[in-house]
Structure formats: structure tokens, C-alpha cells
């Protein structure tokens, strides 16, 4: 018997006003499975994820996670999923310490101050604990937000953007927790603009144009080359 997939999208349509910008989408992700989705600014990229997340309901369709729908059952998807947006969403005036101990506790997790460390020492961010984040530099606060999906251990990862603007120390930790994310059963999706390496952890490829899914894919048969010819035809944009 074939397992349910851990995320699970059916005739998902989002209209803003006049514009349809997402127009019927239908995608599983399963466990252990890391899905890339690529598209042109406006291609619905961004929407997909936060319906997915519960920041954003559909007009029309469903989307579940671990079979609990994002828009009806929200409390019971927030604990199962990580985000990593595109902004840190940090908070300049607390401490390290604090800001992750203020995002524990709305979440309902563990906030006693061994937990906290550990988690600031997987980002590299242990010895500026108490420091106020108005201090730290772009990527310092991309490790701070990073330091968020650790503490939470998640099953399902939902990455926007990821790569935009981290230092060394948090691409390293990014590319690590998607391999062992992954092996550990966890599933991932990722809105990404990138055809180099941040594909590397992709099991499959979906395009989204037009507010549909163009192209679905597996990853690994596909040269470089092949993925931005497949781009350029499905969405008439140059990579």
C-alpha cells in the first residue's frame, strides 16, 4: 500500500481581485521527496507556498499537509511545517535568544534555554545569544531565522526563495538540512529562480506558468541544459 504524500494539492485556484494567479494547480509531495518549483515572477511561485504554509486561503481547491487541510485546519498544519521565506522576519529590538524564545512560545514548543542554545548553535549564532539583532549583519539574521525551522523539526519544509541573500555559514546549513531533511523523511518544496546547485537536492522539477502547473519532472535525468530548455519552451522566458 502506497502511502499518502505528505503534501497533497487539488484544483487549487487563488484570484486577487481580476487576476487569477493560480488557475487549477494539482501537486503531491511525497515523503522523502524534494520538489523544485520554477517560474517566472508572478508565476504563482510564492501564493502556492503560503496556501500551503496557511498564511493565504484558496479561492477554490484544497491543499493539505499529512492529510490536514491548510485552510479548515490550520492549528493542526502550523506544527508540521517549516518556513523559510524570502524576508528574515526578525525582530531588530530583542536578543537572539529572545526572539527565538518569543517564536517558541506562540508556536508551543520547548523554550527553556538549553533548547534555545542548541538551536542558535546549529546556525552558527550560539556565542551571540544575547546580543540585540539590530547588530547583526544580512546573513547573521537569515541564520537567526534559520534557527526557527530548527528548533520546530518539522516534517514538511517549505523554502521561498532560499538562497537570495544568505552568508557561507547559512547556504552550508541550508544545503545540509535539505539532505538530511529528506532522509529523514521529511518533505520539501522550494520556490526557487536558481538553475545551478540549489537544484541539487530536487527530486523533481515542476514548472508553474500561467497559473498551472506546465511541467512535472523527475530531476536527475535532466543536464543543465535540458532544465533551461524545458524553461524557455513552457514559459517563452530566457532563464
Known amino acids: 500500500m502506497v502511502a499518502d504524500p505528505l503534501i497533497r494539492v487539488r484544483g487549487l485556484v487563488r484570484v486577487f481581485g481580476a487576476t487569477r494567479v493560480l488557475d487549477g494547480v494539482d501537486l ?11 517560474g517566472p515572477n508572478g508565476a504563482g511561485k510564492t501564493t502556492l507556498l503560503k496556501i500551503v504554509a496557511t498564511l493565504l486561503r484558496p479561492t477554490r481547491g484544497t491543499a493539505t499537509v499529512a492529510g490536514h487541510d491548510c485552510a479548515r485546519e490550520p492549528e493542526a498544519v502550523r506544527p508540521l511545517i517549516g518556513v523559510v521565506a524570502h524576508g528574515v522576519q526578525v525582530y531588530d529590538d530583542l536578543t537572539a535568544r529572545e526572539n527565538l524564545r518569543f517564536w517558541a512560545t506562540l508556536s508551543g514548543l520547548p523554550a527553556d534555554r538549553d533548547t534555545l542554545t542548541q538551536a542558535l548553535a546549529e546556525v552558527d ?15 547573521m539574521k537569515r541564520r537567526l531565522a534559520l534557527a526557527r525551522v530548527g528548533l520546530a523539526r518539522p516534517r514538511v519544509l517549505l ?5 537570495a541573500a544568505p552568508d557561507a555559514r547559512a547556504r552550508k546549513w541550508l544545503e545540509g538540512r535539505r539532505e538530511t531533511f529528506k532522509a529523514g523523511g521529511g518533505a520539501l518544496m522550494m520556490a526557487t529562480h536558481s538553475f545551478g546547485r540549489e537544484l541539487g ?3 523533481r522539477l515542476a514548472i508553474l506558468t500561467g497559473g498551472r502547473i506546465a511541467l512535472d519532472t523527475p530531476r536527475a535525468a535532466l543536464a543543465p541544459d535540458d532544465v533551461q530548455r524545458l524553461y524557455a519552451a513552457h514559459t517563452e522566458e530566457a532563464p
Open 201 to 203: 537536492a530536487a527530486d
Open 159 to 163: 523554502l521561498d526563495e532560499p538562497f
Open 28 to 38: 503531491d509531495v511525497a515523503a522523502g521527496e524534494a520538489v523544485a518549483l520554477l
Open 125 to 139: 549564532l550560539e556565542r551571540h545569544a544575547q546580543t540585540r539583532v539590530r547588530t547583526f549583519s544580512a546573513g
